[in-house]
């Protein structure tokens, strides 16, 4: 069985440009969650996506956006790049809620988003 | 601010020996969960440990958690140089929000 997929592994951008960053997730899962792991800041939550809609939000700007498709796949989306962005984003999923306590998160390989 | 606080930061062992890295918290939790991640990759989930349990074992790890003290502790025994890596901690609240806040991390060094 395939584990969670994150795609491009490695994006070079420059300020003020956009990056799109995509995930499938494992499976039969339909929850999909994005942190991000910038250097030395340990993993920082950024937004819960299950069954097609945004669930929750981490402490981000609104730059940071994403969304998630009936595939359950989701794209991550930061706007109007910074240089405090570059991290590693990490994707995971998990089966849906459906009201249950929150269940085991696994996790992809992550994009590393370097802006310059 | 970051709901689990790891210790040691880094930890050095030699093959053989085993390792303990301890991880407290501020609130109350559903659960909590230890996972490794290699060299800045991806992240592996180890072991979740429920509220309402006190230990658990899964091959060479074994977790306590001590709601009293809310912390929560990782031993991996007879470590092995693969098991070089940093651990973290993740925290499930009681805020229905479904969301795991992570700690700062152990950094893992075993030599051979």
Redesign the interface.
Known sequence: EAG?TQSPTHLIKTRGQQATLRCSPISGHT?V?W?Q?ALGL??Q?LL?Y?EGEE??R?NFPPRFSGRQFPNYSSELNVNALELEDSA?Y?C?S?LG?SGR??E???????T?LLVL | SQQGEEDPQALSIQEGENATMNCSYKTSINNLQWYRQNSGRGLVHLILIRSNEREKHSGRLRVTLDTSKKSSSLLITASRAADTASYFCACSMNTGFQKLVFGTGTRLLVSP
């Open positions: 969670v929850s969650y942190y792991q340990g993993l939550f819960w299950d669930r929750n981490g590693l990490l995971a998990s809620t306590i929150q085991t998160q696994y996790f992809g390989p992550g590393r």
